[in-house]
Nanobody, 123 residues
Framework: QAQLVESGGGSVQAGGSLRLSCAASGRTFTTYTIGWFRQAPGKEREFVAGISWSRSSALYADSVKGRFTISRDNAQSVVYLQMNSLKPEDTAVYYC????????????????WGQGTQVTVSA
């Protein structure tokens, strides 16, 4: 059974940093893109960042570009989201998701999802 598990969420003050992890297990995600999404209360889930598992290409939402960095450790089957200069508007539940092929911003083409991890940024 393929599984994605997020960790690393928590509460932080504005300007602080957090690093989220997405651990993949249960199948080989070698050719899978991993995306990070987030959903704030009362809002739709939105794309944050994505990374191609084999080619190391990355894509970011404009709202996080320059502050967030996505990376991956193929040997450990883990994808990270380093979040710096956090703002209150970054408060959301963060999800990682996997899909075969290239990075796509749309959530409905992702086949596997984690359970989410809460990130709260206070002013």
């Amino acid at each position: 059974q393929a599984q994605l598990v997020e960790s690393g969420g928590g509460s932080v003050q504005a300007g602080g940093s957090l690093r989220l992890s997405c651990a993949a297990s249960g199948r080989t995600f070698t050719t899978y893109t991993i995306g990070w999404f987030r959903q704030a209360p009362g809002k739709e889930r939105e794309f944050v960042a994505g990374i191609s598992w084999s080619r190391s290409s990355a894509l970011y939402a404009d709202s996080v570009k320059g502050r967030f960095t996505i990376s991956r450790d193929n040997a450990q089957s883990v994808v990270y989201l380093q979040m710096n200069s956090l703002k209150p508007e970054d408060t959301a539940v963060y999800y990682c998701a996997a899909r075969p092929g290239s990075i796509i911003r749309g959530e409905f083409v992702y086949d596997y999802w984690g359970q989410g991890t809460q990130v709260t940024v206070s002013a």
